[in-house]
């Protein structure tokens, strides 16, 4: 990756923890499900509303790190208007790419914003807290459980 893209990521991380985006209570959700990441102390709640198969509508509201925050935002302001097996999609390439099983290099068309987490990956104490809202909003759509952790 070159400079002038992880100045751009550094960028978007840093717009998205001032000012989080969807980052509201949502009336009527369909599902609400609360995530935790013990280690670092981040703890969201993530709520979703479906038409359909249809992910129509999508927040967030809680405390954490500044990773765990601006990736919340990002993954509301994606995940709006995809359906469920998108979402489950790129919750697996979203945690491959934060992993560093997959190169950024290779997905850059598909995910794009996501891409600014992929320095991510040189941090393994981060993974969690990047992952933490989509551990929440995977457990929504395919699960009937209220809480999602890092730890299990
Ligand atoms: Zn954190």
Redesign the pocket.
């Known amino acids: 990756m070159n400079e002038e893209f992880q100045d751009l990521y550094r960028e978007i991380i840093l717009d998205h923890n001032k000012s989080p985006r969807n980052c509201r209570t949502m009336e009527n959700p369909d599902r609400v499900v609360q995530g935790k990441?013990p280690?670092?102390?981040?703890n969201y709640k993530v709520y979703v509303k479906l038409d359909g198969d249809t992910v129509s509508d999508v927040s967030f509201e809680g405390s954490?790190?500044?990773?765990?925050k601006a990736s919340a935002s990002v993954m509301t302001e994606f995940l709006k208007g995809k359906s469920i097996d998108e979402v489950e999609k790129f919750f697996n390439l979203f945690h491959e790419m934060v992993t560093g099983k997959l190169d950024v290099d290779d997905c850059f068309d598909e995910v794009g914003k996501l891409a600014a987490f992929a320095g991510v990956a040189e941090f393994p104490v981060?993974v969690?807290?990047a992952t933490?809202a989509w551990h929440a909003v995977h457990t929504a759509v395919t699960s009937e459980e209220a809480e999602a952790s890092t730890e299990s």
Request: proline residues 0%; contains cysteine.
């Open positions: 990441n280690l670092c102390g981040d954490g790190c500044a990773i765990s981060r969690k807290c933490l």
